[in-house]
Structure formats: structure tokens, C-alpha cells
């Protein structure tokens, strides 16, 4: 017998795991040919491939890209390749793709859209990056009133004075809070809605009349394309993120009241489906509004899309906040942080970060919902490919303006995605 | 263990640090607390220890509110307890916590833990709050994890930056909820010895534990519960050799006895 000892005299040390294998062919072996059906599967999915491809394939190299109508594509294909053989037409795209992004909006203007488009990322770039300066940030809070100047136009005092009222709702507080700090926060609440309501208006009328700053004002209508699905995409983005955290935390109130309207809002907007509100938006708002007054389509669009999102929304946010620990709101409070506070430096930044799935699924889901609006004759990207394709010009057309605005909704989605990977990574510090 | 000669120094003074009378507590139905009485004068280390269910983690839990009683007083560095915000507030920036969990922050390092409340709830300028930050740390002998993730740490080191957490407040009252039970043996002295440290240093502590060694070594009184109630309470010298009532006999002898 070989001498082993049950018991260590000396300890060893750490050593070198045996050689791992590596190598293409091990590869194979193990993910694709590990058993017999596996290699059967392999093969199905690879004969798939190759059949799509081979018929997709040829279609894209064979595209053509000049003509002003279905007809002569055809007549080049034709010409090119023979008789009889199928190729794309993205000549249709060529000489459309302004209309499918910007709509009806005046061609001299497009400078506008695109503007706005640029300033929005450098109003994003604080936002979504840690590493921008943070001065840039008061920017981006003044982004929403630019944005809408710049694409609406008319005077800029409107929004000049529709900012003020944030201001006047900042005074308001500073003037009464010191004399009861509940009174202060309803001021703070009433006085901007008052200013937005009565005396926002007529102010930017009086400043206009004395300094005249304006832009060629455009009706709702000129809107359209892709310019139409992001301005109603975004503003439901930023606005039903904040309305969705208020819901969420308003659901988890002790207070009854609070709590039995979140309840009701929750439920009311998600029990409908979106295409309903919208409805409601167009047709039915308009009975209920004092008679001559012009309340903006897209106004009541956004404002429907955002409560809609929002419902979502504070159920998602519901679901990480119930992911939380007792112990961090025994901690927040046990350090003397208020209720506030509390949800601002402590359960917040952790639900949000356990919830940025959900929520960027939400985010996804609200921008490609824009293309709903179409039922309301809005001019969204397909209710403008489907106006191109009654056209006697590009009658027949039909893969390739989809198949553009299909890669341009991929192309915004598939960033919030990966956005919202790359965040999940950052903000990865529990080292589980 | 402590010498004599430091243990004299943890002076015990007349100024009442807490009062509660004739308290009385209810889950539902069920009365977790009753008839609480209790004073505790500034510099008094106090343990308190009982079987599972007897209501000593809750009653330490009403004197910072983060349990509400319903009836009786509790009345902490004079402010009484009652539902008014303020008054909850200004006790527990006065009154430092150590939970069985830790329940540090964990999107936070350790030196954000730290500065979190002194700059929100004391305004102290930020520089201000990480000096007394890793001169806490320091204190708990981790400084070097300053600019680490709580996740990164051992359950140990984890529990000493909670105490520095808490004392980054400047509390005039620490309160301890089971600080050693979710710890490995080998973690539980570091702990200990912090507290220890705390201890001669002339700090207001009330304790659950059933660290009995730390009550023999730094305790002036061991209060003794049972069934929500204030069983037996004594100096730890007389509780452990001469325990009075039929309970502690039971309980000393299944604790100490193995």
C-alpha cells in the first residue's frame, strides 16, 4: 500500500486548472453536433438559412436605385438582367424619403425638424451620460420649449412664458413656504397652472407686439413621417417616466386618497387599449372642451400616449420597489432622511436599476405604438408608405418602403436597447 | 475583556437619556409589548436579551419609531415620541442604528454610505462629511475600502461600516438589533470589539444580543425579556451567577450551558 496521509502535514498551494480545450472544432462538437438530434437540428437550421438568403439575397443585389416610377425599375431590371427576373426598387425610397420622414412639412423648412433633431442630442447627451458636463443639463430641461418653437414656430414668447411659469411656481413657493410648508407646496402647484391657464398667453401676445421674435407658424397637420412618430414618441418617453414614478409611489401611499386615485388611474388606462384613447383624443375631447377652443391634435395625442405609458409604467417601476428590501427604507429612516429624500437618494436609484428592463421595454413599446395614430389620420410612416404605393407611379411597390421604415423604427429601438444594456452594466455595483 | 481600570471610566451620568412608561404595543391582535417601563440614564451600556419572540428587537425598535406603540410614553433625549414628523426626525438623527442585516446601501460605496446623512439631513458641507467619514472608518479600522461597493465587502467589515454609518451622525444614543447573528464566528469578535471600543468611549448603548461575553465585559445592566415583558434586570455580575426568576435560570441555562 502507498502511503497517503488522511491528514495535511503541509498545506499546497494553489495550482493550474488541467489544460482546457479549445478550438473550432471542439466548438462545433459541443454546441453544434453534441448529440445526433442536435446534428439533424444543425443541418434543418442551416439548409433554412441558406434557402433565405438565397432568395433575399439576390433580390437586395439587384436593386435598383433611379427611376421616378414602378415601371421603369422594371424597365432597368429588365434591361440589366434579362427578362422576367426580381429585383428591388429603392428608387421609391430614393425619391420619397423625405416624405417619409418629415410628412407634409414644408420642404424649405425641413431645416427645422433637423435642428431640432441635433439639439435633442446634445439635450439627451447629459442625460444619458455621466460623463457630459452638468451644465449642460439646464439645456436639456429647456429643451421641451425649444423643441416645440422650433417645430410649431409662431412667436418665441410662448414658450419663453410657458418656461416662466416653472419660475412663477418656484416664487410662489419661496413666498409662502415660510409662513406653512403645506400651503407653500400648493402654491407652488396652483400658481404655474394659473399662469399656464390665464396669463401665459396674453403675456407672450404683449411681448410680441413689443419685441417681435417669430418662426412661419405650421398647423399640426404639415406634421408627418417619422418627424410625427418620434415628437409623440419622445414626449411620451420623458414625460411618462416621472408620472409613472409619481403613480408608483402614490400606489404605496398610506395616505387613502392618494393611494385610491393612483389605483383608479392605473387600472382605468391600462384596462383600455390604446387605440380607444386615441379615439378619445381626436373625437370625444372636443365635446368636452368650452366650444372654440383649439386644443392642438397632437397635444391631446401626446397627453393620451403619456398617460397610457405611464399606467404601464408605474406598475413596472411597482414591481422594483417591491424588489427592495425592508431593511433600506429601515436604514433611509433610521438615518433621519425624509420620506423624500428617502425615495430620492436611497429606494429610487435602486428600483429604477432593477426596472430599466421593463421600463425600456415600455419605452420600446410606446414608440413603435406611435404608428397607432394613423386610425385618427395622422400622417405617421405607414399611413404615408400606404399614400405612396395608391400613387399610379409606385402602385406595386410594396417590400421596400416598409422594409425602410421597419429599419428606421429598428434602428431607434435597437439603441434604447442597447442604451439600456449598457446602463445596466454601469450601474452594476452589488457584486452578486 | 475589559480592565477595571477602563471600565471606571464609562461614566454614567443622572441626565435621563431615555424614559419610557407604562408603554404598550399591539401586532393586530396580538400584544407584543406590555407594560414596558424603562429608564435609561446618558453613558448606561445596556443588553438585552430573552428567547426569540419576546419582543426585545421591537422594543428597540419604538424608541427610534421605526415601530409606532400605542400606548404609554417614550420619551427620547427629552422629545417625546408621538405621530408629529418632527419630532420623529430630530430622534433619529440623534439616535444611530445597527441592524442584523446591515442594511447598508448597495448602489453606494462605502465613503457615499458614510456622507449620505450627514449631507442631506446635517447640511454638512460635503468635504466636511468624508473627513468624519474615513476618520470613522479609520476608527473601524477599514479605511483602505473607502471607494468600495458594500457587495465587495465581508459580512464583518460590512457590519463595522454600518456602525461608522451611524456614527458619522454624531448620535448621542446607539441602538444595536442583533449586530452579531447573520455573522460568521470568526467575524463576530471584529464586531465586538468595535463596539467595545464605542463602549469606553462613553457612548449610550442599548444592545440586543446574546453576545453574553460582550455583556460581562461592557455591560452595566442586562435586562432580561419574556413574553413582551420586563422579566428581570440586573448588574451582568448578579444576573448571570444569581439570576432571580424561573425564565432567566431556563434561558441562561440553554444559552451558557453548551
Known amino acids: ?432 | 475583556m475589559v480592565e477595571t481600570a477602563k471600565r471606571a471610566k464609562m461614566e454614567i451620568s443622572d441626565e435621563v437619556a431615555i424614559d419610557i412608561t407604562q408603554m404598550n404595543k399591539w401586532y393586530g391582535t396580538f400584544h407584543v409589548l406590555r407594560d414596558i417601563n424603562m429608564r435609561v440614564q446618558r453613558g448606561e451600556r445596556i443588553v438585552i436579551c430573552g428567547p426569540s419572540g419576546s419582543g426585545k428587537s421591537t422594543l428597540i425598535r419604538c424608541i427610534n419609531r421605526l415601530e409606532e406603540h400605542q400606548q404609554g410614553k417614550i420619551m427620547v433625549d427629552g422629545t417625546e415620541l408621538t405621530s408629529d414628523l418632527k419630532n420623529i426626525d430630530k430622534v433619529r438623527s440623534e439616535v444611530g442604528m445597527v441592524f442584523q442585516h446591515f442594511n447598508l446601501f448597495p448602489h453606494l460605496t462605502i465613503l457615499e454610505n458614510l456622507t449620505l446623512a450627514p449631507i442631506w439631513v446635517r447640511k454638512t458641507p460635503k468635504k466636511e462629511a468624508e473627513e468624519v467619514a474615513m476618520h470613522f472608518l479609520g476608527k473601524v479600522k477599514i479605511p483602505e475600502q473607502a471607494h468600495k461597493f458594500p457587495g465587495q465587502l465581508s459580512g464583518g467589515q460590512q457590519q463595522r461600516v454600518a456602525i461608522a454609518r451611524s456614527l458619522c451622525m454624531k448620535p448621542r444614543i446607539m441602538l444595536f438589533d442583533e449586530p452579531t447573528s447573520a455573522l460568521d464566528p470568526e467575524m463576530i469578535k471584529e464586531v465586538l470589539d468595535t463596539m467595545i471600543q464605542l463602549a469606553e468611549e462613553g457612548m449610550t448603548m442599548i444592545c440586543v444580543t446574546h453576545e453574553m461575553g460582550f455583556a460581562q465585559a461592557v455591560a452595566n445592566r442586562v435586562i432580561f425579556m419574556d413574553q413582551g415583558q420586563i422579566v428581570e434586570q440586573n448588574e451582568p455580575k448578579e444576573f448571570f451567577n444569581n439570576p432571580k426568576s424561573e425564565r432567566t435560570k431556563l434561558f441562561l441555562s440553554q444559552i451558557l450551558g453548551h
Not at chain 1, 393620451?304 to 427592495?324: D, P, Q
Open chain 1, 1 to 432: 500500500m502507498t502511503s497517503q496521509s488522511y491528514v495535511r502535514t503541509e498545506m499546497v498551494a494553489a495550482q493550474k486548472p488541467p489544460g482546457v480545450q479549445t478550438g473550432i472544432v471542439l466548438w462545433m462538437r459541443e454546441k453544434l453536433f453534441s448529440s445526433w438530434l442536435n446534428a439533424a437540428l444543425t443541418l434543418v437550421a442551416v439548409y433554412a438559412v441558406y434557402s433565405i438568403l438565397a432568395t433575399v439575397g439576390p433580390w437586395f443585389y439587384r436593386s435598383v436605385w433611379t427611376g421616378s416610377s414602378l415601371t421603369e425599375c422594371r424597365a432597368t431590371l429588365a434591361a440589366t438582367y434579362g427578362e422576367g427576373v426580381s429585383g428591388a426598387c429603392f428608387a421609391v425610397i430614393r425619391e420619397r424619403w423625405q416624405q417619409i420622414l418629415f410628412g407634409f412639412y414644408p420642404r424649405e423648412l425641413y431645416w427645422r425638424p433637423t435642428l431640432t433633431l441635433v439639439l435633442m442630442l446634445v439635450a439627451l447627451w447629459p442625460v444619458l451620460f455621466s460623463s457630459a458636463p452638468r451644465g449642460v443639463l439646464w439645456f436639456s430641461a429647456a429643451f421641451p420649449a425649444v423643441a416645440f418653437w422650433l417645430l410649431w414656430g409662431g412667436t418665441v414668447w410662448l414658450p419663453v412664458m410657458i418656461l416662466l411659469g416653472f419660475a412663477v411656481g418656484y416664487l410662489a413657493y419661496r413666498l409662502i413656504s415660510p409662513l406653512n410648508g403645506l400651503l407653500g407646496a400648493i402654491a407652488a402647484i396652483l400658481a404655474p397652472i394659473f399662469w399656464w391657464l390665464f396669463l401665459c398667453g396674453p403675456a407672450a401676445e404683449l411681448v410680441q407686439s413689443v419685441i417681435s421674435i417669430e418662426l412661419r407658424q405650421l398647423k399640426s397637420a404639415d406634421f408627418g413621417g417619422f418627424l410625427l412618430s418620434t415628437v409623440i414618441g419622445i414626449s411620451g418617453i420623458v414625460f411618462s417616466l416621472p408620472i409613472g414614478v409619481l403613480l408608483a409611489l402614490g400606489r404605496q401611499s398610506d395616505l387613502l386618497i392618494v393611494r385610491t386615485v393612483c389605483v383608479a388611474f392605473i387600472e382605468g388606462f391600462r384596462g383600455v387599449p390604446l387605440i380607444t384613447l386615441l379615439f378619445v383624443a381626436s373625437l370625444l375631447l372636443n365635446y368636452f372642451l368650452p366650444p372654440g377652443t383649439e386644443f392642438d391634435v397632437i397635444l391631446r395625442v401626446i397627453i393620451m400616449v403619456t398617460l397610457f405609458s405611464a399606467a404601464y409604467m408605474a406598475e413596472v417601476i411597482r414591481g422594483g420597489l417591491a424588489a427592495l428590501p425592508r431593511g433600506q427604507y429601515e436604514a433611509a429612516d433610521a438615518l433621519g432622511l425624509d420620506y423624500w429624500k428617502a425615495q430620492r437618494l436611497i429606494i429610487m436609484p435602486q428600483a429604477l436599476k432593477i426596472t430599466i428592463p421593463g421600463i425600456v421595454g415600455q419605452f420600446i413599446g410606446l414608440f413603435k405604438d406611435t404608428t397607432l395614430v394613423s386610425f385618427i389620420s395622422l400622417q405617421d410612416p405607414l399611413q404615408l408608405v400606404s399614400s405612396i404605393r395608391a400613387n399610379t407611379q409606385w402602385n406595386g411597390v410594396y417590400w421596400e418602403p416598409f422594409l425602410f421604415v421597419g429599419f428606421l423604427f429598428f434602428i431607434f429601438c435597437f439603441s434604447m436597447s442597447r442604451y439600456s444594456m449598457y446602463l445596466e452594466n454601469k450601474l452594476k455595483t452589488d457584486h452578486r
